[in-house]
């Protein structure tokens, strides 16, 4: 299991509003990676998908051109303005859980993600590994979000 938070200087509901929007997660995961919901899922946010059934398959994209995995997104609880939890299965994880809550602190937000994984090829070792890029990747994810609302 992974575990980030951070600040941000703006409200709960303004940044419930960016972080549940794919443009806003794309955001922050670039440069890195960008994920494309599927065409039937054309307009819905992590809000409006339908709880606990997949939307298909949400490309993931290597520096936003490369397929190189995708998630059998599933959103199964939500709590507007506060918490979602996707609870997913992708090409390369058995089990994909990723909870983001948003808590109201003095002059912003605190944003907090855990993110639980299992991949799915039974390789010694390969748990660590990819909880460690995912704790970097949370880390980047939280900073670009950190600095994009920084300059607003």
């Known amino acids: 299991m992974v575990e980030n938070h951070v600040e941000v200087s703006a409200t709960t509901a303004v940044v419930w509003d960016r972080v549940v929007h794919p443009d806003g997660i794309n955001h922050e995961m670039r440069p890195w990676m960008t994920m494309s919901l599927p065409r039937r899922a054309a307009g819905l946010t992590v809000e409006t998908i339908p709880l606990g059934r997949p939307v298909g398959r949400a ?3 290597l520096f936003g051109l490369i397929p190189f995995d995708f998630d059998h997104l599933t959103v199964v609880d939500l709590e507007t303005g506060v918490r979602f939890l996707e ?3 992708m090409m390369s994880m058995r089990r994909w859980e990723h909870e983001r809550t948003l808590t109201p602190v003095a002059g912003g937000t605190r944003v907090h993600d ?3 994984l299992q991949p799915r090829l039974p390789i010694p070792g390969l748990d660590a ?4 890029v995912v704790d970097e990747f949370f880390k980047h994810r939280q900073r670009r979000l950190q600095t994009y609302f920084a300059t607003r």
């Open 59 to 61: 490309w993931l994209r």
């Open 87 to 89: 609870r997913s299965t």
């Open 114 to 116: 855990r993110v639980t």
């Open 129 to 132: 590994l990819l909880a460690r």
